[in-house]
C-alpha cells in the first residue's frame, strides 16, 4: 500500500489543521489506519488509529485525546486527521501507517508509512 500524506503546515496555537492520507489500493478497507508523530530529537509516538470497518472504532493517545479526531472513508481510500486547539508541543513530521487487520498503537506493527507532513506550532 503507498500512502500519502498532505494537509501539514504552520498554524498558532489553538488553530486548527487537517492532515489527509491517501492509500493506493483498493482493499483499504481492511486495513487498519494510524498516524504517528516525530518531533526533533524524539521518537516516533503513535497520534491515533483507526479499525479497517467503515466507522470503526478510533484510538487516541492521551496526549491528544478530546483535540483530534480520526475518521476515514472507505468510498475514497483516505484518512483524515482533524486537529483542533493545537499546541507548540504538537510540533512535529506526522506520518501515516497502515496496516492488514486490527488497529494498533505500536509503530513497529506498521507494514507501510508514507513519506511525513510537517506540522509546525507558533506559541
Known amino acids: 500500500v503507498q500512502l500519502q500524506a498532505s494537509g501539514g503546515g504552520l498554524v498558532q496555537a489553538g488553530g486548527s489543521l487537517r492532515l489527509s492520507c491517501a492509500a493506493s489500493e483498493r482493499i483499504f478497507s481492511t486495513y487498519a489506519m494510524a498516524w504517528f508523530r516525530q518531533a526533533p530529537g524524539k521518537e516516533r509516538e503513535f497520534v491515533s488509529a483507526i479499525s479497517y470497518a467503515a466507522g470503526g472504532s478510533t484510538y487516541y493517545s492521551d496526549s491528544v485525546k478530546g483535540r483530534f479526531t480520526i475518521s476515514r472513508d472507505n468510498a475514497k481510500n483516505t484518512v483524515n486527521l482533524q486537529m483542533s486547539s493545537l499546541k507548540p508541543e504538537d510540533t512535529a513530521v506526522y506520518y501515516c501507517?497502515?496496516?492488514?487487520?486490527?488497529?494498533?498503537?505500536?509503530?513497529?506493527?506498521?507494514?507501510?508509512w508514507g513519506q511525513g507532513t510537517q506540522v509546525t506550532v507558533s506559541s
Open positions: 501507517a497502515a496496516r492488514e487487520g486490527y488497529a494498533s498503537s505500536k509503530s513497529n506493527s506498521y507494514d507501510d
